[in-house]
Every structure is written in C-alpha cells, then in structure tokens.
C-alpha cells in the first residue's frame, strides 16, 4: 500500500502453533490478498502468517521487502515480484498458476494491497476468469490515520496520493471540496508543507492532522487547522511516512432570503408544516432552521 519500514519486534517472537482446523496446509486454492505490518511488525494477524505459511507462492510489491518480514517470522517461500512495472507481464503467469489450482499470497510492502497499489487488476481478472479471491485483513494506514485524527469517522474519502505539481494538485484540491466527507491523503515529506499550503488555499479553514510514521517508535500526530499546520510544517522536512487526514466542509447555512421568498408561497395554499418539508427539500435546509423561520413568520406557537 505504501512503502513503510517494518519495526522489528522488540523479542523473539514465541513458535506458534495452527489452530484447529486452520493449519496452513488447510489452505483452499485461490488468491489471498493479505495484509501486512505498516510500521510494527508485530501487528501481522495470526491468519495472515497462516496464509503466508500455507500459500505455494506469494507476488510481492517488492520482494526485499517481503523477504525481511517473513525473516522476522522464520517463513521461507518462493516470492515473485508484482507491481506497476512488472504487472502486465507477470498478471498472466500469475493467473495461469490460479487457473492450475495453486495458492498465491498479493501483498504490499506494507498494509493492505489495493490501496495505492496495481493490485486491483489482478483482483479484477481472477474474479472475471472465475478465481476464488480471500481478504485477509489487517493494517491500514488511511484507518490508522483516520483513527488518530479525531475527526469525523461516518463518512470519509480516501483520495490517495496527491499531484505532485501544485497546478494539478490545485485542480484534484477544487474537485474534492465540496465532498462532505473527511479526506484522508498520502503525502512525501518533501511536499508536505507545499501540499497542506495548498489545502489551505483551496479547502479554506478545516481542522486537519498529520500522522506521521504510524505504528512505529517515532510515531507523531499534530492537529490543528490546515494554515496552522502549514505553517509549521513550511520549510521542514519530517522524515517517515505521512497520512494527512482533512476535516469535512462546514455545513452549509441556508439563506434565508431564499427561505422567507419560498415559504411567502408555500404557507399561502399549504399548512405549516407541509410548507416547511417542501421548502426544506426544494432548497436543501436544515428543516428545523425552515421550521423555525416559518413559525416566526406566522406568529404562531410551536405545533404538535
């Protein structure tokens, strides 16, 4: 997913034994999605070392770093690279062997694939040619971040990797502004001060945060507004891997002139409240500000 450092566990890790009826050789054929550590590496699931054990191969983003995990955890197994560069090449003999009833691990070089990284495709044609296809879940660093930020969780938008010319980055900025979800970016450490400038500019004051090195010994987060943190980070170059999380819009007020012109029709040939859904609905309020306005009009007390 991005390119993180696995932080070694700090102890030998203890001789695991298989759960019952989960043993590595239980494996059914197919692809196995699985993700891995994005910082500490003790946070691999249970299952996904099960998978990793019981796979016959596994197409890594970058096998070095594959290597060095499965190291930690005294795994050995063929490992054959699986990425933007190769991808087109390797994707058939990679299907060819899904097709002959081998298991195949697709990992990143850490969190979970598909997640800024080419393995959609591979995802997509298995699924077309009739592959079985299991997610094995595990860390994530756009949720890691979100979770960290103390923004609002209920809807959210992850938009990846920014451009990195700050006319294109501008124009993928106006896009997104008016989403009503938090935002969740990748970013480098050399355009981070360039890019929440950028933010500020175009998103105006949001409240925001700066996850940096996630899960590792140096992790950080600073919080605060877009130009705060832009103004903080100007200059400076962090080390590490950055999650940028961005505050949804403020609600939209409604204008009342709108509102008050609206309802002067409405409440001439409906009742109150029938004036105030449609209004409501026909400009996109908040129905009670609507209410409200027209009971002020009306004179008139609150209705049951």
């Known amino acids: 997913m991005t390119r993180h450092a696995w932080q070694a566990p700090r102890r030998a890790e203890p001789k695991r034994s298989d759960p019952p009826g989960q043993s590595p050789s239980d494996l059914a ?29 596994i197409a890594a983003e970058d096998t070095r770093v594959t290597a060095k995990l499965l190291a930690i955890y005294g795994l050995e197994k063929p490992l054959q690279p699986y990425n933007d560069h190769n991808g087109a090449e390797q994707r058939p003999r990679l299907l060819k062997r899904l097709r002959e009833g081998r298991r195949i691990a697709l990992v990143s070089d850490a969190g979970t694939p598909l997640v800024s990284d080419p393995g959609y495709k591979l995802v997509r044609e298995s699924v077309a040619q009739g592959i079985a296809v299991h997610a094995i879940p595990g860390a994530c660093a756009p949720l890691a971040g979100l979770t960290l930020a103390g923004l609002p969780t209920d809807k959210f938008l992850f938009a990846g990797f920014l451009p990195t010319r700050a006319g294109e980055r501008k124009t993928v900025l106006e896009g997104l502004k008016a989403v009503a979800a938090t935002l969740v970016f990748f970013e480098s450490p050399q355009r981070l001060g360039e890019a929440l400038a950028d933010l500020a500019g175009v998103l105006g004051p949001r409240p925001a945060a700066v996850t940096r090195e996630l899960t590792k010994l140096h992790e950080e987060i ?7 943190l832009a103004a903080a980070y100007a200059g400076e170059t962090p080390k590490g891997e950055i999650t940028l999380v961005v505050g949804p819009p403020p609600a939209a007020e409604a204008d009342m002139r709108k509102v008050d012109a609206a309802l002067a029709r409405a409440l001439e040939f409906m009742p109150l409240r029938a004036a105030v859904d449609l209004v409501a609905e026909m400009l996109d309020a908040p129905r009670r500000d609507v209410y409200a306005h027209a009971l002020k009009r009306k004179g008139d007390a609150p209705q049951s």
């Open 29 to 57: 054929p197919g692809l196995y999605v699985t993700a891995t550590p994005i910082g500490n590496a003790r946070d691999v699931t249970l299952r996904a070392l099960d998978v990793l054990a019981g796979v016959d191969l």
């Open 222 to 228: 600073r919080r605060g507004d877009l130009a705060a």
